[in-house]
């Protein structure tokens, strides 16, 4: 089959691989339905996290079984599925708490850029809706595997509730899943800081009650300014870098919480600094497959459309023109058709 | 009166000072029942945190009020108050929320080891007990102030529940407190790390389950072993150093909660690192306030007996002694009568 692989940086290429196939018990095969590229993929393609070789890209995913392993019990050929993008067993410990991001077996995916694609640990990973969904709920459905479950953590991880103040750092597509999520946890206000009109939009539609466009103090400034000088509730970083963290600490109220999932690049915390600030941070890989059945059924009750986020849609021949075009920011999120 | 001094390192004096009296309409001033030295008090006295001058030492206390300024209207003369370390107004955003110890008017006590003290803020700050207690709970009502409400603070801060697993980091008067308090939130096993023979058997009278005497990667390992290395639910950070920081954040479950309360000197967190850890965490100086009333109450109904972490009872003339004796780890913690 065709593939998507990256061999360094700006270099994506659509090649022949060898189709997957079941190489442990509890491993399943899944025609994918549709796939799509991540924000952290950009990590490797920009340079900044470096590759081993040629590496086999995707992560986010939902389609058909069409084989599974001899111990595999929860899901069976011909069932529509959707995955985490984090490989767990859904038994251990850690997975019992919610914490399905650091199970003892834990994985990361990789190779959904393609047609086919082979999952570890199926029972514990994939979950499995009661009919084959509807093809218009495809995108919606493939958000949930990863960005939707992502920006859904943030939230969690930020305590938002019913009545919250929210600010949201980053207007990527987290970001935007994040609006959407806590707009759903019945947050009474959004505030999503984002400069680029389409993405402006976009927040707005998800739920977002007002948007400011500054960065940096003057953002913060301005975040102090709509919450009377108190800071929000709940802040979700959704960016991963010293300025935005710095950010999202500054709007935070004392005792309010931070979620943060933009993967730390370059980031410290000054203990003394974070002692006074009085912020209850959680951050890390989200959960997914913790959410995942109430996201799923979400979706299918028409209740959130997370699908929105996929400004663009190519076909898997033209992967490397989705990569350039997120890159340059002229895409928020590219959706493949495999 | 005689009030005890601080001029540098290690240099504590019982000296003449004038009487304190109402400065502002909001003041009260108390007739302290007991007064005590903090742990944060050997800071300075260790010479790692800088004074400037000659420093009006003492911030936890108890006693009875014997005048307020013309604005005070909820204590009154002849009643039996205790108040938090933190001043606060009671009434600004970050106080309803819970978080005293960020108040928009916040200062911090001093001048407490004599035997009357001002407190600002005082409507604010103290809280009033409907009788004058016996005699024998001064010591218990005074422990409320400060050093029962930061280990009560670091429970509540690490999510301790009904049936938790918890790892206190620290065996000083704070750290011992932060057992009671995970023993009264219900916690089924409290794991106490602690080398120093006296402080385990009052850890273990205040609820400890297990005692860890080992420290750094083998007390890590240690802890790991009694939780069959799934790690604790919450841990309380009662020291603030990189080390003990770092055995918290070894010691908690992904997805469970650090509350860390001893001031960080020299401590930095790595942003990716505490990503993949994947831990909650809040810290912060403690919102006493907010958990005065019921701690008080609770020490009335001779639920909880937080005096017995004092181990050394001295008269105020005797106070360099008490610094002394805490510094060289023969007391706990010092009680100063008046």
């Known amino acids: 089959m065709l593939a998507t692989l990256m061999y360094g940086p ?17 491993d399943a095969i899944i025609k994918l339905s549709a796939t799509c590229i991540c924000g952290s993929d950009l ?29 595999v019990t929860t899901v069976r ?10 490989i767990s ?12 991001s650091s199970c003892v077996q834990r994985e990361f995916m990789s190779g959904a850029q393609a047609p086919y694609a082979r999952v570890p640990l199926a029972d514990g990973t994939l979950v499995a809706t009661a009919e084959l969904p509807s093809p218009d709920l495809i995108p919606d459905l493939l958000a949930t595997s990863d960005v939707l479950g992502t920006g859904w953590y943030a939230a969690d991880a930020a305590n938002v ?40 939009r976009l927040a ?7 948007i400011v466009a500054e960065r940096g103090e003057a953002g913060i400034a301005r975040i102090k300014e709509l919450t009377r000088g108190v800071g929000a509730d709940s802040v979700l970083e959704c960016v991963g870098m010293q300025e935005s963290m710095t950010q999202a600490i500054e709007c935070t109220r004392p005792g309010g919480s931070i979620g943060y ?42 209740k959130i459309k997370p699908g929105k986020v996929f400004d663009l849609k190519l076909p898997l021949a033209d992967v ?18 495999v």
Chains 1, 2 share one sequence.
């Open 10 to 26: 700006g270099d994506v290429r659509c090649e022949q691989v060898d189709d997957p196939r079941i190489l442990k018990p509890t």
């Open 77 to 86: 050929p011909g069932q529509f599925v959707v995955g985490s993008f984090c």
């Open 43 to 71: 990590w490797p393609y920009r340079g900044l996290q470096p590759i081993d070789g040629r590496a086999h890209m995707g992560h986010e995913y939902c389609g058909v079984v069409v084989e599974v392993g001899r111990e």
């Open 89 to 100: 067993d859904n038994t251990c410990p850690h997975c019992r708490f919610g914490f399905h």
């Open 161 to 200: 509730r019913e009545g919250s103040t929210v600010v949201v750092v980053g207007d990527g597509a987290v970001g935007l899943m994040g609006v959407l999520s806590a707009k759903a946890m019945g947050a009474e206000r959004i505030i999503a800081m984002s400069r680029h009109e389409t993405r402006q």
């Open 261 to 302: 999932v933009g993967v730390p690049h370059g980031v410290t915390f000054d203990g003394q600094a974070m002692f006074f600030a009085q912020r209850r941070m959680l951050g890390g890989p989200a959960p997914v497959r913790r959410f995942l059945p109430d996201l799923i059924d979400r979706v299918l009750a028409g």
């Open 320 to 337: 490397a023109e989705g990569y350039r075009a997120m890159d340059e920011r002229r895409a928020i999120k590219t959706m493949i058709t």
């Open 204 to 210: 707005i539609e998800f739920g977002a009650t007002d």
